[in-house]
């Protein structure tokens, strides 16, 4: 029941829902129906939906077409749109492949050593790979990862997910990245590989990996800027 008389009804029923999302439902969670809500704390059907909406507005409820509203998971889970290539191709309706073109140990150079916390000359698995999607390139990856974490990675099938060898062999999760992204013209080489032309735009990714226990790979991707899009959500900065 409700009973702050001062505050409106809509305003006291948001409060109550609220402390329902964060104490008692997981993301992802159906809440109540209006027919619920209404008998429940004994208010009309149009003051649940003016807290429900103001709570969607918020972006602590999501409406879920044919299903009713849920609780929003939550942004932290940014986690979701932390992908490998096969997840990625595969949440978009493509069908993954991928050509090795190298792999071996190699002296972790500069950049890479400062990338993945390791020392200028330590070694590191380096992977080239082309993907594809439905058969046609789509990006070009070189990634580093350091030896003394996954021992006998080439040894490993790298044709399709690596993300999901390092879970599978080694037991390491990727929970968070940072990435830079760039764009530039894919150049001689690129443009062989992806496929297009010399000017054609590229979209470079810069990835650095980690587990929980610190950075685990190094990836450079370049993306074909005709086939590949990202969309984002964001929130409005301080
Ligand atoms: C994505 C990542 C790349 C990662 C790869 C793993 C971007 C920009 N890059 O391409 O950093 O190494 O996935 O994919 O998303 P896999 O698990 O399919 O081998």
Redesign the pocket.
């Known amino acids: 029941m409700l009973n702050d008389s001062l505050l409106p009804k809509h305003v006291q029923l948001r409060a109550a829902l609220l402390k329902t999302i964060e104490d008692e439902l997981q993301p992802g969670a159906m809440i109540p129906s209006e027919r619920d809500l209404t008998t429940r704390y004994d208010v009309s059907r149009a003051t649940v939906r003016a807290a429900i909406s103001s709570l969607v507005n918020e972006g602590r409820l999501t409406t879920v077409p044919g299903r009713g509203t849920v609780v929003t998971r939550p942004r932290v889970e940014s986690n979701l749109h932390l992908?490998?290539?096969?997840?990625?191709m595969r949440q978009r309706g493509h069908r993954?492949s991928?050509e090795v073109l190298s792999a071996a140990v190699v002296e972790a150079g500069e950049a890479t050593a400062k990338a993945l916390g390791i020392s200028p000359g330590d070694s590191v698995w380096e992977i080239e790979r082309l993907?594809l999607a439905d058969d046609e390139p789509m990006?070009h990856?070189v990634?580093w990862y350091p030896e003394a974490i996954v021992p006998a990675l080439g040894d490993e099938d790298l044709s399709?997910?690596?993300?999901?060898i390092l879970e599978a062999t080694y037991g390491v999760v990727i929970t968070d990245a940072h990435?830079t992204t760039w764009a530039e013209q894919a150049g001689h080489t690129y443009a062989h590989l992806l496929e297009v032309g010399e000017t054609a735009p590229v979209m470079v990714?810069d990835?650095v990996?980690s587990s929980h226990e610190g950075p685990v790979?190094q990836?450079i991707?370049r993306?074909r800027g005709d086939r590949y899009q990202l969309s984002m959500s964001l929130q409005r900065g301080p």
């Open positions: 992908a490998s290539f096969t997840q990625d993954p991928t993907r990006a990856e990634s399709g997910s690596i993300y999901a990435q990714f990835r990996g790979e990836t991707s993306y």
